[in-house]
C-alpha cells in the first residue's frame, strides 16, 4: 500500500507543479498578463483547499480508492483540455474548477511529502524543458498522461485500510474491521468545522497554516520559476532550483517529525516561522547575487518547506482528540490552501503593475514573523476529548 501510494504522489506532483511552469509560456502565447494567469491557480487552490475536508468524509463513507480514481481521472480531463484553451475563462475553468476538484479530493493522499518532493524533483526539470522546448502543451498533456497512467495502479492495488489485507495499522492492538463511517459526508464535515471555530486555538493554528500557505506553494510553488526567469534565468533551470526544494523539503520534514516527538510543538513552529520569514525576506537579494545567494536561500528555505506540517498536525490531534482530528484538520488544511490562493493570485498581480516580486517576498516574509509569535499563543496542556463527531460506528472510522 505505502508503495501504490508513493507511485501516486509522485504522478500527483507533476499537476501540482505545473502552474508556476506555464505561467511565462501561457503569458507569451495569448499575451494574458500575470494576475490574470494567477487568478487561474487562486481559483485552483481555493478549491482544493475547501474541497479537503468534504473528501476527507467521502473517504471515511466511500473509501480511499474510489475518491482518488475518480480525482485523477477528474484532473488528466481538466489538464488534457487545457491544450485547446484560447480564452482566460476556459483557463479558469479547467485548471481552476476541474483541476482544482481533483486536486482537492486527494488532498488527505497527498499529505505523503517525501513521494510529493520525489515527484517534483522528477518532473519539474522534465515539465520545465518540454515547455522550453516543446510548448507548454506538451507539459499539459504530459501531466494529463501521467494521472490515467497512475488511475489502474491505484484501483487495482490501493486499499482503503489494513484491514483490507487481514493486517492492523503501525502499532494497533486490535485490527480495524468495522464498517466505513454512516451518515452524510457533508453533515460530517461541517460538525468538524462547528467543533472547531469555538476553539480560540482551532484559529491559532489556522491562522498560522493560512500563513504557512501564503509563504510556500501559494509563493514559491507558483511564482519562484517566473521570477527567476525574470533575472534572465532559463525555464530549465529554474524549475530544477524548484526541484532541489523538494530534496531539503524532504530532509527537514523528516527532522521535523522527530523533533515534534521531542519537543514542544509551539516552539518548533516558532523557530519554523521566524527562520522562513528571514529567508523571503533575503530572497529579493539573493536574485542579484548570481547563484550563491540563491542556493542558500534553496538549502535554507528547504528544510523548512514542510517542517511546519508534523507539529502542527500534532497540536490539532492533542487538540481535538483522535476521533476528531480529521475532518478538523481538514479545515485547518482549507485555510492552509486558501492563504496559498490568496498569495497566488496577490503575487500575480504585484508583478504586473509593479513590474517585479520584491514586494510579494516581502510581504510574504513579514506574515511569517507573525505566525511565529501567533503559535506561541497556543494553549500547552491538552482538553478534554469530549464527544466525537458521530455514532461510535462513525466515530471510530475518524481514528
Same mark, same amino acid.
Given at each position: 500500500?505505502?508503495?501504490?501510494?508513493?507511485?501516486?504522489?509522485?504522478?500527483?506532483?507533476?499537476?501540482?507543479?505545473?502552474?508556476?511552469?506555464?505561467?511565462?509560456?501561457?503569458?507569451?502565447?495569448?499575451?494574458?498578463?500575470?494576475?490574470?494567469?494567477?487568478?487561474?491557480?487562486?481559483?485552483?487552490?481555493?478549491?482544493?483547499?475547501?474541497?479537503?475536508?468534504?473528501?476527507?468524509?467521502?473517504?471515511?463513507?466511500?473509501?480511499?480508492?474510489?475518491?482518488?480514481?475518480?480525482?485523477?481521472?477528474?484532473?488528466?480531463?481538466?489538464?488534457?483540455?487545457?491544450?485547446?484553451?484560447?480564452?482566460?475563462?476556459?483557463?479558469?475553468?479547467?485548471?481552476?474548477?476541474?483541476?482544482?476538484?481533483?486536486?482537492?479530493?486527494?488532498?488527505?493522499?497527498?499529505?505523503?511529502?517525501?513521494?510529493?518532493?520525489?515527484?517534483?524533483?522528477?518532473?519539474?526539470?522534465?515539465?520545465?524543458?518540454?515547455?522550453?522546448?516543446?510548448?507548454?502543451?506538451?507539459?499539459?498533456?504530459?501531466?494529463?498522461?501521467?494521472?490515467?497512467?497512475?488511475?489502474?495502479?491505484?484501483?487495482?492495488?490501493?486499499?482503503?485500510?489494513?484491514?483490507?489485507?487481514?493486517?492492523?495499522?503501525?502499532?494497533?492492538?486490535?485490527?480495524?474491521?468495522?464498517?466505513?463511517?454512516?451518515?452524510?459526508?457533508?453533515?460530517?464535515? /461541517?460538525?468538524?468545522?462547528? $467543533? *472547531?471555530?469555538? !476553539?480560540?486555538? #482551532?484559529?491559532?493554528? +489556522?491562522?498560522?497554516? @493560512?500563513?504557512?500557505?501564503?509563504?510556500?506553494?501559494?509563493?514559491?510553488?507558483?511564482?519562484?520559476?517566473?521570477?527567476?526567469?525574470?533575472?534572465?534565468?532559463?525555464?530549465?533551470?529554474?524549475?530544477?532550483?524548484?526541484?532541489?526544494?523538494?530534496?531539503?523539503?524532504?530532509?527537514?520534514?523528516?527532522?521535523?517529525?522527530?523533533?515534534?516527538?521531542?519537543?514542544?510543538?509551539?516552539?518548533?513552529?516558532?523557530?519554523?516561522?521566524?527562520?522562513?520569514?528571514?529567508?523571503?525576506?533575503?530572497?529579493?537579494?539573493?536574485?542579484?547575487?548570481?547563484?550563491?545567494?540563491?542556493?542558500?536561500?534553496?538549502?535554507?528555505?528547504?528544510?523548512?518547506?514542510?517542517?511546519?506540517?508534523?507539529?502542527?498536525?500534532?497540536?490539532?490531534?492533542?487538540?481535538?482528540?483522535?476521533?476528531?482530528?480529521?475532518?478538523?484538520?481538514?479545515?485547518? /488544511?482549507?485555510?492552509?490552501? $486558501? *492563504?496559498?490562493? !490568496?498569495?497566488? #493570485?496577490?503575487?500575480? +498581480?504585484?508583478?504586473? @503593475?509593479?513590474?517585479?516580486?520584491?514586494?510579494?517576498?516581502?510581504?510574504?516574509?513579514?506574515?511569517?514573523?507573525?505566525?511565529?509569535?501567533?503559535?506561541?499563543?497556543?494553549?500547552?496542556?491538552?482538553?478534554?476529548?469530549?464527544?466525537?463527531?458521530?455514532?461510535?460506528?462513525?466515530?471510530?472510522?475518524?481514528?
Amino acid at each position: 500500500m505505502a508503495a501504490v501510494t508513493f507511485v501516486a504522489l509522485m504522478g500527483a506532483a507533476g499537476f501540482r507543479a505545473t502552474p508556476g511552469v506555464l505561467i511565462v509560456p501561457l503569458q507569451n502565447e495569448f499575451g494574458w498578463n500575470r494576475a490574470v494567469i494567477s487568478f487561474a491557480v487562486f481559483i485552483n487552490l481555493v478549491l482544493f483547499g475547501l474541497t479537503g475536508p468534504f473528501a476527507a468524509a467521502l473517504m471515511n463513507r466511500f473509501g480511499i480508492r474510489a475518491v482518488t480514481v475518480g480525482a485523477l481521472g477528474t484532473v488528466a480531463t481538466g489538464a488534457l483540455l487545457t491544450t485547446v484553451m484560447t480564452a482566460p475563462w476556459q483557463l479558469y475553468l479547467l485548471w481552476g474548477v476541474v483541476v482544482g476538484l481533483g486536486t482537492g479530493c486527494m488532498a488527505s493522499v497527498l499529505a505523503a511529502t517525501a513521494a510529493g518532493a520525489t515527484g517534483q524533483l522528477i518532473f519539474l526539470p522534465f515539465l520545465g524543458w518540454l515547455a522550453q522546448n516543446r510548448g507548454w502543451r506538451s507539459a499539459a498533456i504530459t501531466v494529463g498522461v501521467a494521472a490515467l497512467a497512475v488511475v489502474p495502479i491505484v484501483a487495482l492495488f490501493l486499499r482503503n485500510r489494513p484491514a483490507d489485507l487481514g493486517l492492523r495499522a503501525l502499532g494497533a492492538t486490535d485490527p480495524d474491521t468495522g464498517p466505513l463511517a454512516a451518515g452524510s459526508p457533508i453533515r460530517n464535515a /461541517f460538525r468538524g468545522l462547528g $467543533l *472547531g471555530v469555538r !476553539s480560540r486555538d #482551532f484559529w491559532l493554528l +489556522a491562522g498560522s497554516f @493560512f500563513i504557512c500557505g501564503a509563504s510556500t506553494n501559494g509563493l514559491i510553488g507558483t511564482h519562484l520559476i517566473p521570477a527567476s526567469m525574470d533575472h534572465g534565468m532559463a525555464e530549465v533551470t529554474a524549475a530544477s532550483l524548484l526541484a532541489v526544494i523538494g530534496v531539503f523539503d524532504v530532509v527537514g520534514t523528516l527532522v521535523s517529525g522527530v523533533l515534534t516527538d521531542r519537543f514542544d510543538s509551539r516552539w518548533l513552529l516558532f523557530w519554523y516561522y521566524g527562520l522562513r520569514g528571514l529567508s523571503l525576506l533575503f530572497l529579493p537579494y539573493a536574485f542579484g547575487t548570481a547563484y550563491f545567494g540563491l542556493i542558500l536561500f534553496i538549502v535554507f528555505y528547504g528544510l523548512d518547506w514542510v517542517a511546519t506540517v508534523p507539529p502542527t498536525i500534532q497540536l490539532a490531534r492533542k487538540l481535538f482528540g483522535p476521533q476528531n482530528f480529521t475532518i478538523v484538520y481538514g479545515w485547518i /488544511f482549507a485555510a492552509h490552501q $486558501l *492563504g496559498a490562493a !490568496s498569495i497566488a #493570485f496577490a503575487a500575480g +498581480a504585484v508583478r504586473t @503593475f509593479f513590474g517585479d516580486y520584491q514586494l510579494a517576498f516581502m510581504s510574504s516574509g513579514l506574515l511569517c514573523l507573525i505566525a511565529a509569535g501567533l503559535v506561541l499563543r497556543i494553549v500547552r496542556t491538552r482538553p478534554s476529548e469530549g464527544r466525537g463527531l458521530s455514532t461510535p460506528a462513525e466515530a471510530a472510522a475518524y481514528t
